[in-house]
């Protein structure tokens, strides 16, 4: 399993993740063991959140036994981003991870509570031990500067995006930013949340050809593709043991020029939108 450093943790994490949203609504059971497929595969990064239903239950189920492997990452929804509110947050999600610290821990979105009081809750958790680095989610570059002017360097470990093929609009500017800030740059839904290529359009049979030359799932060279670039990271979600092994399979493809250069010409990034996407 490819890994690399995760922003300024240092810490090296394996490109491809495991994400959790929605992962409440299928089988326990089967999720749990997606979870574990997936962990046997190497994809050790695993995100989830507060505000995902069930999903870190279902993540402490499939950790239990291996806590001490694993990369795990949860968020703060921004309603509860205040001083204090980010320590009572963290609690809860600890209670239910049945871990005693987080890896790194994200607000979700920019919200309306000061950005100063969310950071100093940040570091507050981060000195006690609780959590051992703090990142971002959904932020455009405006916000980052701000962040960034807050915290100062080395701080922010990652910014979590929406990231894929028909959403390439974080190219433009936010992952500019973070490759020159050091920021881990992780990207969600890399499947489109349900806008996967068709099979029968024309960039689905790029993809199709280009998995069959590697022996692959069309997935995964979606994956690859979306983790081609330095300091960048991938949070599949699956409920199934199977898809999660092709999805692990994926760190460890490399793509060649040509092939990227076909992605790019079907799924062309477009051009820079007034607000980054998000789902």
Not at 114 to 135: C, V
Not at 154 to 161: M, P
Not at 181 to 191: E, L, N, R, T
Not at 257 to 266: F, G, L, N, P, R
């Amino acid at each position: 399993m490819y890994a690399r450093s995760f922003g300024a943790t240092r810490v090296s994490v394996p490109v491809i993740g495991q994400g959790t949203w929605h992962i409440d609504s299928a089988d326990r059971k089967d999720a749990i063991r997606a979870l574990r497929a997936g962990l046997d595969a190497g994809m050790s990064h695993i995100d989830t959140a507060e505000m995902y239903g069930d999903a870190e239950a279902i993540v402490a189920e499939a950790i239990a036994d291996c806590r001490e492997e694993v990369f795990l990452v949860s968020k703060v929804v921004p309603g509860n981003a205040t001083r204090r509110g980010v320590a009572r947050s963290c609690e809860a999600s600890l209670t239910r991870l049945g871990t005693d610290r987080l890896d790194c821990y994200l607000l979700h979105w920019p919200g309306q509570h000061a950005l100063e009081e969310t950071i100093a809750g940040f570091e507050d958790l981060r000195r006690a031990g609780k959590i051992l680095s703090w990142g971002l989610s959904n932020f455009d570059v405006g916000d980052l500067d701000r962040a960034l002017a807050i915290a100062g360097p080395d701080r922010i470990a990652c910014n979590q995006v929406l990231y894929h093929l028909n959403e390439r609009a974080i190219e433009h500017a936010v992952l500019p930013w973070c490759e020159r800030q050091g920021v881990a740059m992780v990207g969600y839904s890399p499947f489109g949340s349900g806008d996967f290529p068709d099979p029968a359009s024309p960039g689905g049979r790029v993809l199709d050809g280009i998995a069959a030359a590697h022996g692959t799932t069309p997935y995964a060279v979606a994956l690859a593709f979306l983790t081609r670039l330095s300091g960048t990271f991938t949070i599949p979600k699956s409920s199934r043991s199977g898809r999660a092994v092709e999805n692990a399979g994926a760190a460890d493809l490399h793509l060649g020029a040509a092939e990227v250069a076909m992605i790019d010409a079907h799924f062309p990034r477009g051009p820079r939108p007034r607000m980054l996407p998000m789902l």
